[in-house]
Protein backbone atom coordinates (compact mmCIF):
# COMPACT_ATOMS: atom_id res chain seq x y z
CA UNK A 1 0.00 0.00 0.00
CA UNK A 2 1.55 3.30 -1.05
CA UNK A 3 1.46 5.68 2.18
CA UNK A 4 1.05 9.48 1.70
CA UNK A 5 2.26 11.83 4.13
CA UNK A 6 1.09 15.29 4.02
CA UNK A 7 2.53 18.31 5.96
CA UNK A 8 2.05 20.09 8.10
CA UNK A 9 -0.68 18.93 9.62
CA UNK A 10 -1.88 22.22 10.35
CA UNK A 11 -1.06 25.60 8.15
CA UNK A 12 -1.69 29.01 10.27
CA UNK A 13 -2.21 31.71 7.64
CA UNK A 14 -4.44 35.05 6.90
CA UNK A 15 -6.59 36.02 3.23
CA UNK A 16 -4.65 36.97 0.69
CA UNK A 17 -1.28 35.07 1.69
CA UNK A 18 0.03 32.24 -0.12
CA UNK A 19 -0.23 28.66 0.83
CA UNK A 20 1.96 25.80 0.22
CA UNK A 21 1.26 21.99 1.13
CA UNK A 22 2.94 19.12 0.77
CA UNK A 23 2.23 15.49 -0.03
CA UNK A 24 5.06 12.77 -0.30
CA UNK A 25 4.21 9.43 -1.19
CA UNK A 26 6.10 6.51 0.21
CA UNK A 27 7.17 4.87 -3.22
CA UNK A 28 6.39 6.28 -6.98
CA UNK A 29 3.04 7.19 -8.55
CA UNK A 30 4.73 9.03 -11.44
CA UNK A 31 2.00 12.00 -11.78
CA UNK A 32 -1.26 9.92 -10.34
CA UNK A 33 -1.99 12.27 -7.53
CA UNK A 34 -4.76 14.48 -6.73
CA UNK A 35 -5.81 17.18 -4.48
CA UNK A 36 -9.27 18.09 -2.73
CA UNK A 37 -11.09 20.72 -0.71
CA UNK A 38 -13.14 19.74 1.99
CA UNK A 39 -15.22 22.20 4.36
CA UNK A 40 -16.65 21.43 8.03
CA UNK A 41 -20.02 19.16 6.76
CA UNK A 42 -19.65 18.87 3.50
CA UNK A 43 -18.19 16.12 1.07
CA UNK A 44 -14.60 16.49 -0.44
CA UNK A 45 -14.67 18.57 -3.81
CA UNK A 46 -11.75 17.46 -6.49
CA UNK A 47 -9.11 20.20 -7.34
CA UNK A 48 -6.49 18.75 -9.14
CA UNK A 49 -5.59 15.69 -10.79
CA UNK A 50 -2.62 13.84 -12.34
CA UNK A 51 -0.34 16.32 -10.55
CA UNK A 52 -0.85 19.39 -11.67
CA UNK A 53 -4.43 19.63 -14.06
CA UNK A 54 -7.19 22.13 -12.08
CA UNK A 55 -10.56 20.05 -12.04
CA UNK A 56 -13.58 21.85 -13.73
CA UNK A 57 -14.33 25.01 -12.37
CA UNK A 58 -11.37 25.38 -10.17
CA UNK A 59 -9.97 28.81 -9.34
CA UNK A 60 -6.64 29.62 -11.26
CA UNK A 61 -5.33 30.38 -7.62
CA UNK A 62 -5.41 26.85 -7.02
CA UNK A 63 -2.24 25.54 -8.81
CA UNK A 64 -0.31 22.00 -8.51
CA UNK A 65 3.09 20.30 -9.09
CA UNK A 66 5.55 18.06 -8.72
CA UNK A 67 5.81 13.81 -9.75
CA UNK A 68 7.26 10.95 -8.67
CA UNK A 69 7.03 10.91 -5.15
CA UNK A 70 6.75 14.74 -3.91
CA UNK A 71 4.05 16.80 -4.54
CA UNK A 72 2.53 20.18 -3.84
CA UNK A 73 -0.32 21.96 -3.52
CA UNK A 74 -0.42 26.00 -3.78
CA UNK A 75 -2.93 28.74 -3.35
CA UNK A 76 -1.06 31.44 -4.61
CA UNK A 77 -4.03 33.66 -2.29
CA UNK A 78 -5.70 32.57 0.02
CA UNK A 79 -9.94 33.69 0.11
CA UNK A 80 -12.22 33.31 2.29
CA UNK A 81 -13.44 30.44 1.39
CA UNK A 82 -10.25 28.57 1.24
CA UNK A 83 -10.18 27.86 4.51
CA UNK A 84 -10.39 24.21 4.74
CA UNK A 85 -9.20 20.88 5.26
CA UNK A 86 -7.15 19.38 2.19
CA UNK A 87 -6.26 16.04 1.20
CA UNK A 88 -4.03 14.21 -1.71
CA UNK A 89 -4.94 10.91 -3.27
CA UNK A 90 -3.00 8.65 -5.18
CA UNK A 91 -4.78 6.80 -7.92
CA UNK A 92 -1.83 4.66 -9.53
CA UNK A 93 -1.95 1.74 -7.15
CA UNK A 94 -4.57 -0.06 -5.52
CA UNK A 95 -5.84 -0.05 -2.66
CA UNK A 96 -6.31 4.17 -3.44
CA UNK A 97 -4.92 5.85 -0.76
CA UNK A 98 -5.25 9.64 0.56
CA UNK A 99 -3.00 11.55 2.45
CA UNK A 100 -4.00 12.50 6.20
CA UNK A 101 -4.92 16.28 5.32
CA UNK A 102 -3.76 19.37 6.14
CA UNK A 103 -6.18 21.65 7.82
CA UNK A 104 -5.68 25.62 6.49
CA UNK A 105 -6.78 27.89 9.03
CA UNK A 106 -7.37 31.37 9.76
CA UNK A 107 -4.65 33.21 11.23
CA UNK B 1 -26.14 18.11 -13.13
CA UNK B 2 -24.69 15.11 -11.71
CA UNK B 3 -26.47 13.80 -7.99
CA UNK B 4 -25.09 10.87 -5.92
CA UNK B 5 -28.00 10.08 -3.28
CA UNK B 6 -26.93 8.12 -0.98
CA UNK B 7 -29.07 5.87 1.68
CA UNK B 8 -29.41 3.28 4.28
CA UNK B 9 -27.13 4.38 6.90
CA UNK B 10 -28.07 3.82 10.29
CA UNK B 11 -27.10 2.10 13.41
CA UNK B 12 -26.64 -1.49 13.49
CA UNK B 13 -24.75 -4.02 16.43
CA UNK B 14 -21.37 -4.82 15.99
CA UNK B 15 -21.70 -8.11 13.89
CA UNK B 16 -24.75 -6.96 11.99
CA UNK B 17 -25.42 -6.39 8.48
CA UNK B 18 -26.37 -3.28 6.39
CA UNK B 19 -27.08 -2.55 2.67
CA UNK B 20 -25.86 1.16 1.40
CA UNK B 21 -27.57 2.14 -1.91
CA UNK B 22 -26.72 5.63 -3.87
CA UNK B 23 -28.75 6.51 -6.63
CA UNK B 24 -27.21 8.74 -9.57
CA UNK B 25 -28.44 10.63 -11.87
CA UNK B 26 -27.09 13.63 -14.34
CA UNK B 27 -24.99 11.38 -16.14
CA UNK B 28 -24.13 7.94 -18.07
CA UNK B 29 -24.45 5.40 -15.32
CA UNK B 30 -23.24 2.61 -16.79
CA UNK B 31 -19.91 4.35 -18.37
CA UNK B 32 -18.03 5.19 -15.18
CA UNK B 33 -16.60 3.41 -12.28
CA UNK B 34 -17.87 4.03 -9.43
CA UNK B 35 -16.46 3.61 -5.50
CA UNK B 36 -17.37 3.86 -1.78
CA UNK B 37 -15.21 6.22 0.43
CA UNK B 38 -16.07 6.94 4.14
CA UNK B 39 -15.08 9.32 6.63
CA UNK B 40 -15.03 8.00 10.34
CA UNK B 41 -16.17 11.91 12.46
CA UNK B 42 -12.72 14.24 13.10
CA UNK B 43 -10.64 11.75 10.51
CA UNK B 44 -9.52 11.34 7.26
CA UNK B 45 -10.68 9.89 4.13
CA UNK B 46 -10.45 5.91 3.34
CA UNK B 47 -10.92 4.34 0.36
CA UNK B 48 -13.48 1.26 0.83
CA UNK B 49 -14.70 -0.54 -2.46
CA UNK B 50 -14.93 0.27 -6.06
CA UNK B 51 -16.40 -1.45 -9.36
CA UNK B 52 -15.82 -0.82 -12.48
CA UNK B 53 -18.48 0.43 -15.25
CA UNK B 54 -19.37 -2.83 -16.31
CA UNK B 55 -19.61 -4.37 -12.82
CA UNK B 56 -17.18 -7.29 -13.61
CA UNK B 57 -14.19 -6.12 -11.65
CA UNK B 58 -14.55 -4.87 -7.96
CA UNK B 59 -11.77 -3.94 -5.48
CA UNK B 60 -11.72 -3.59 -1.46
CA UNK B 61 -9.91 -2.63 0.72
CA UNK B 62 -7.67 -5.09 3.16
CA UNK B 63 -10.31 -3.75 6.12
CA UNK B 64 -13.43 -4.33 4.44
CA UNK B 65 -12.03 -7.43 2.11
CA UNK B 66 -14.59 -10.66 2.87
CA UNK B 67 -17.32 -8.89 4.76
CA UNK B 68 -18.41 -5.86 2.31
CA UNK B 69 -19.59 -6.22 -0.94
CA UNK B 70 -19.58 -4.18 -3.57
CA UNK B 71 -22.60 -4.36 -6.54
CA UNK B 72 -24.16 -1.94 -9.32
CA UNK B 73 -27.60 -2.08 -11.40
CA UNK B 74 -26.69 -0.01 -14.64
CA UNK B 75 -30.86 -0.46 -15.78
CA UNK B 76 -31.50 1.27 -12.30
CA UNK B 77 -29.04 3.86 -12.26
CA UNK B 78 -28.03 2.51 -8.62
CA UNK B 79 -24.87 1.85 -6.59
CA UNK B 80 -25.11 -0.88 -3.28
CA UNK B 81 -22.70 -2.01 -0.87
CA UNK B 82 -24.19 -4.70 1.61
CA UNK B 83 -21.95 -4.72 4.63
CA UNK B 84 -21.99 -7.78 6.63
CA UNK B 85 -20.10 -8.59 10.27
CA UNK B 86 -20.06 -5.16 11.12
CA UNK B 87 -17.44 -3.64 13.48
CA UNK B 88 -17.40 -0.52 15.84
CA UNK B 89 -14.27 0.64 13.66
CA UNK B 90 -16.56 0.46 10.76
CA UNK B 91 -18.53 3.50 11.94
CA UNK B 92 -18.26 5.99 9.92
CA UNK B 93 -20.31 8.78 7.06
CA UNK B 94 -19.94 6.37 3.61
CA UNK B 95 -19.55 8.50 0.28
CA UNK B 96 -20.31 7.29 -3.16
CA UNK B 97 -18.14 8.29 -5.48
CA UNK B 98 -17.87 8.95 -9.30
CA UNK B 99 -14.77 8.36 -10.41
CA UNK B 100 -13.96 10.91 -13.50
CA UNK B 101 -12.53 8.53 -16.98
CA UNK B 102 -8.89 9.68 -15.48
CA UNK B 103 -9.71 7.98 -12.38
CA UNK B 104 -10.20 10.55 -9.78
CA UNK B 105 -13.05 11.11 -7.70
CA UNK B 106 -14.72 13.68 -9.56
CA UNK B 107 -18.06 13.72 -8.08
CA UNK B 108 -19.27 12.83 -4.31
CA UNK B 109 -23.23 12.25 -2.73
CA UNK B 110 -23.68 14.12 0.74
CA UNK B 111 -23.09 10.82 2.17
CA UNK B 112 -24.86 8.20 4.50
CA UNK B 113 -23.95 7.47 8.88
CA UNK B 114 -23.05 4.00 9.79
CA UNK B 115 -22.78 3.59 13.04
CA UNK B 116 -21.87 0.75 15.04
CA UNK B 117 -22.54 0.51 18.45
CA UNK B 118 -24.41 -1.92 21.10
Known amino acids: EIVLTQSPATLSLSPGERATLSCRAS??????LGWYQQKPGQAPRLLIYDASNRATGIPARFSGSGSGTDFTLTISSLEPEDFAVYYCQQRSNWPRTFGQGTKVEIK | EVQLVESGGGVVQPGGSLRLSCSAS????????MHWVRQATGKGLEYVSAISSSGGSTFYADSVKGRFTISRDNSKNTLGLQMSSLRAEDTAMYYC???????????WGQGTLVTVSS
Open chain 2, 26 to 33: GFTFSNYA
Open chain 1, 27 to 32: QSVSNS
Open chain 2, 97 to 107: VKASSDYYYDS
